[in-house]
C-alpha cells in the first residue's frame, strides 16, 4: 500500500534560519508531488507541484523553494525564513497522469512551522 | 485560479442536527472533491463527484454535484461528535493542481 511520511511534525525556527522540509511517498512510482501551506486551520495554498523527477512548478511567489532530487522525495526550502513563513505545511501525493484528479490527494500529517 | 467559496465559515450544532455546507464557484469544474480534516492532520477524500446532477451517499453524508457543475453541497443527517472537523471542496484548476476552497469548520457538541 502507499503511504507518505513528512517531518519534522513541528518546528520552531528563528527569523533569519534556514529551513528544509521533507517529504516521501512509499509504494507507487512516479507520483505527483505538491506542497500546501495552511493558515490557521483555513484553506489550502498551493505552493509547489511536480510531475516528475527535477520538474518544479511555483505557484506563489515567495521566500521558499522546492525541489524534487527522487521520484518519490519532495523537499520544500528557505534560505532565510521570514515571520509571514508560519503556518501549516502538508505535502500530498496523487496517480500521476490526467485522471488524477478523480482519484483524489492524499496528504501527509504535516508540519506546524513557527518562525519566532 | 477559479475560486471557490465556501459557506457557512463556521458552524456549531448539536448532535442530532441536521446541516448543509455549501462549495460554489463561478467556473465549471470537471469534478469536485470534498475532503475532512482534524487539527493537526492532513485532509482526507471524502467523495469525488464529476457528473452534473450527481448524488452520492456516504452513510449519513449526502454529496451533490450542481447541474452546471459550478457548485456543490454536503448534506449530514444526525451530526455526531465524530463529524467534527473542517470540510473542504476542491477543484482541478487550469493546471495539475487542486484549488482548494478555505473550508467550513464544523463543531458538533453531545
Known amino acids: 500500500s502507499q503511504t507518505i511520511h513528512q517531518w519534522p511534525a513541528t518546528l520552531v525556527q528563528p527569523v533569519g534560519s534556514p529551513l528544509s522540509l521533507e517529504c516521501t511517498v512509499e509504494?507507487?512510482?512516479?507520483?505527483?508531488l505538491y506542497w500546501y501551506r495552511q493558515a490557521a486551520g483555513r484553506g489550502l495554498q498551493l505552493l509547489f507541484y511536480?510531475?516528475?523527477?527535477?520538474?518544479i512548478s511555483s505557484e506563489v511567489p515567495q521566500n521558499l523553494s522546492a525541489s524534487r532530487p527522487q521520484d518519490r522525495q519532495f523537499i520544500l526550502s528557505s534560505k532565510k525564513l521570514l515571520l509571514s513563513d508560519s503556518g501549516f505545511y502538508l505535502c500530498a501525493w496523487s496517480v500521476g497522469g490526467g485522471a488524477d484528479h478523480l482519484r483524489g490527494y492524499t496528504f501527509g500529517s504535516g508540519t506546524r512551522l513557527t518562525v519566532v | 485560479t477559479q475560486l471557490l467559496e465556501q459557506s457557512p465559515q463556521f458552524l456549531s450544532i448539536q448532535e442530532g442536527e441536521n446541516l448543509t455546507v455549501y462549495c460554489n464557484s463561478s467556473?465549471?469544474?470537471?469534478?469536485l472533491q470534498w475532503y475532512r480534516q482534524e487539527p493537526g492532520e492532513g485532509p482526507v477524500l471524502l467523495v469525488t463527484v464529476v457528473t452534473g446532477g450527481e448524488v452520492k451517499k456516504l452513510k449519513r453524508l449526502t454529496f451533490q454535484f450542481g447541474d452546471a457543475r459550478k457548485d456543490s453541497s454536503l448534506h449530514i443527517t444526525a451530526a455526531q461528535p465524530g463529524d467534527t472537523g473542517l470540510y473542504l471542496c476542491a477543484g482541478l484548476n487550469s493546471g495539475y493542481a487542486l484549488n482548494f476552497g478555505k473550508g467550513t469548520s464544523l463543531l458538533v457538541t453531545p
Open positions: 509504494g507507487t512510482s512516479n507520483p505527483n
Open positions: 467556473s465549471v469544474f470537471s469534478s
Open positions: 511536480s510531475v516528475g523527477i527535477g520538474q
